[in-house]
């Protein structure tokens, strides 16, 4: 690709209007209830205040402008620019640290925890029919993901999927990361809401925050030890339930955590589709579920926007895959790298091949998400970054069985994989 400017899709974003603001979003029935739910978010975000008010003053004082794009479309489009983005994927509740972005009745991030489905569902309309209107203004730059409380009701969240697929920008659905005691993933009741995800090329999340916080008592090294696991958990719960055979389009998207597991996932789970004789019984129980190694499932159907990914993510991205990580900026979220994502890519990319960092950058999203990069390219050509720009050598490019070379289990377990 020489020195021509990376197209730079953050796979990862948030938006979402002041709580008060989603009034108007709201099916008028739910008022009563939403106007209790302000009051309870404004005596958390007290109480937050309270512990860490230096913090969240110098955040919110100092970011002020930025923090607006939100929910203000020319906000957000400068600030994409100021960080040589082109387009990004929007996910539900823009304010990370006391929660006043965020989705009505808490059907977010946090959906799973909502356990009265007409408040769940009502929450998630008003965000997207919100996030509908955010993404009308430039659908070319926007994937916006909507909520779907899959879990509290599979009929109605069929619905809602027919109604995100005819809305300029909306690429994406979000469910909630736990079930809780409601049927797993796996379970036959969902099939038609993974069809209708399929049929409309609507690509599946879950993102990282939602985790039995009753089971922790306050220790927070539990939840951090935790939280990826139950992100990543549903993926293997499609997988090995043969949804991806079934709706060989249907591609499931774990956002905001990490894609470290992704490796030790792929040998593991390669090796009990007969790698060794001690799992010879196991993959004659999975017989008929899945017709190729899980492995190469990633990229096809199973995909992570990983975010502001680690150094050592990159170092072991042949293994991961670079057709199925992408990048973030977890905009406008504190732990991500905006406002400061050039020095983060300079810093992080130096020694990335150039094929490799076009893919994990935006040739992946581009076609999980279905942007143009063509209609993008001139915006990256006025914003963007170039090899040079990136400390890069333009001329590096990865070898051509670098993902290949880098799957060691294959030799070492005698798999054979069903494509070269």
């Known amino acids: 690709m020489g020195n021509e400017k990376y197209v730079i899709i953050s796979a990862d974003g948030h938006c979402g209007l002041p709580i008060h603001e989603y009034e108007r979003y709201l099916d008028p029935g739910f008022r009563p209830a939403f106007a209790t739910w302000v009051a309870q978010k404004e005596a958390e975000r007290k109480l937050k205040l309270e512990s860490n008010y230096e913090f969240i003053m110098g955040w919110e004082t100092s970011n002020e402008e930025g923090l607006r794009g939100a929910y203000d479309p020319s906000v957000r489009d400068k600030e994409l620019d100021a960080d040589g983005v082109a387009a990004d994927v929007l996910f539900a509740d823009a304010d990370a640290v006391t929660g006043m972005g965020s989705p009505p009745f808490d059907a977010g991030l946090a959906a799973g925890m909502q356990l009265d489905a007409d408040l769940a569902f009502a929450g998630a309309r008003a965000h997207n029919r919100f996030l509908a209107d955010l993404c009308s203004t430039s659908p070319e730059r926007r994937a916006g993901i909507a909520l779907i409380p899959l879990c509290h009701d599979p009929i109605r969240a069929v619905a809602e999927v027919e109604w995100a697929a005819n809305q300029p920008g909306i690429r994406g659905v979000m469910i909630p990361t736990m079930w809780r005691d409601r049927p797993p993933y796996s379970s036959e009741v969902y099939e038609p809401f993974w069809a209708a995800c399929a049929a409309a090329n609507l690509p599946v999340h879950t993102h990282s925050g939602e985790a039995p916080h009753e089971d922790y008592n306050d220790h927070l090294g539990i939840y951090l030890a935790e ?122 990319f130096v020694d990335i091949p150039v094929d490799e960092t076009a893919r994990i950058l935006g040739g992946v999203a581009a076609g999980v998400y279905g942007l143009d990069l063509a209609k993008l390219q001139p915006i990256a050509d006025r914003i963007g970054y170039t090899p040079t720009d990136l400390n890069q050598d333009p001329d590096l490019m990865a070898s051509p069985t670098a993902e290949r070379d880098a799957k060691w289990w294959l030799e070492d377990y005698g798999i054979t994989p069903t494509r070269p």
């Not at 995909?303 to 973030?328: C, H, I, P, Q, Y």
């Open 227 to 348: 939280v990826v696991w139950w992100a990543a958990r549903p993926s293997w719960h499609l997988l090995f339930s043969g949804a991806f055979e079934r709706h060989p389009n249907l591609k499931f998207v774990v956002t905001e955590a990490a894609a470290y597991w992704i490796a030790d996932t792929k040998w593991k789970w390669d090796q009990y589709m007969g790698g060794g004789h001690t799992t010879k019984k196991m993959a004659a129980l999975l017989e008929g579920k899945i017709s190729k190694l899980p492995s190469e499932y990633f990229g096809t159907n199973i995909f992570a926007g990983a975010s502001t990914m680690s150094k050592e993510e990159l170092r072991r991205r042949n293994v991961l895959g670079t057709d199925a990580v992408m990048w973030g900026t977890d905009y406008p979220h504190p732990e991500g790298s905006w406002p400061n994502t050039f020095a983060k890519l300079q810093k992080d």
